[in-house]
């Protein structure tokens, strides 16, 4: 399994993208999220990926840095089935206001030759809270994290030796421990340094900061930790930045990426 960071950013950011990844294991890839829009087809080419290949999607929740990307990937995918130049089918999983506002919104936005493809050959899939599917040939149990923000789902992925589990993009809340406990990877949110909350008010936004989210790792036992949907600020800097501040409150593998970073055998 390898897993390729598109882009790492919050909502707001200019100088990266919004966060989404893609994981992959032989030729099936699951693409998490499309970020804020047409950039994601830009980043799948960055990364070396085809948008042809994403025919495994999961979409945590509505906001606009998550969902609007994937309005564009389904665009594509419809226009090049009218023309003939894709086959085979796709599928979109989300919760029952993601998928229900993905329909609506494709056939609001769509030519009515394209959207004549939604439900034919791009279907939606709703997922409900500790559900469990099959995707890219493993387990992924889709959990509500309860945000008061936007209903939104995070998921736990049974690896071959562990699991991967992403907590969206909100912090870890303590009914989410089946799921986070003893991850062999775990991706969670950090807006900014603990050192820095004062000038980028994560609480407010219902986000975490450096600290907070290493000193949930150590306490859940997760092996190795990646941190993602920061502000942007100071990209040059922000790697060692964030690894100086994690790493006195965890002590695992401490990963803060870059966009387009790919983490091969997970």
Request: glycine share 8%; charged share 25%; hydrophobic share 35%.
């Amino acid at each position: 399994m390898n897993l390729t960071i598109l882009g790492t950013g919050n909502a707001t950011v200019t100088h990266c993208y919004n966060t989404c990844f893609v994981l992959d294991e032989g030729d099936q890839y699951l693409l998490i999220d499309g970020g804020g829009g047409n950039g994601l087809l830009q980043q799948l080419e960055k990364a070396h990926l085809r948008w042809r290949d994403m025919r495994t999607v999961f979409v945590t929740h509505k906001h606009m840095d998550h969902l609007l990307g994937i309005l564009w990937l389904m665009r594509m995918m419809c226009q090049s089935w009218r023309r003939g130049t894709y086959d085979g089918e796709a599928i979109i999983y989300g919760h029952e206001e993601v998928v229900s506002l993905l329909h609506a919104m494709g056939n609001a936005l769509l030519s009515s030759k394209d959207s004549a493809f939604l439900d034919d050959r791009l279907h939606f899939v709703t997922v409900s809270d500790g559900e469990t599917q099959q995707l890219i040939g493993h387990d992924v149990t889709f959990f509500d994290i309860r945000s008061t923000k936007a209903k939104q789902f995070g998921f736990s992925l049974q690896l071959s030796d562990g699991k991967l589990t992403c907590c969206g993009d909100e912090p870890y809340q303590p009914w989410e421990e089946g799921y986070v406990r003893d991850s062999k990877w775990l991706l969670h949110e950090a807006f900014c340094l603990d050192a820095e909350a004062h000038i980028f008010h994560p609480y407010e936004k219902h986000h975490s900061t450096v600290k907070d989210a290493c000193e949930t790792a150590a306490r859940m036992g997760v092996q190795n930790l990646i941190l993602y949907h920061t502000e942007d600020k100071d990209l040059t800097h922000r790697r060692q930045r964030y690894y100086d501040e994690g790493h006195q409150y965890y002590q695992g593998n401490l990963y803060i990426p870059d966009d387009l970073e790919l983490f091969r055998n997970l």
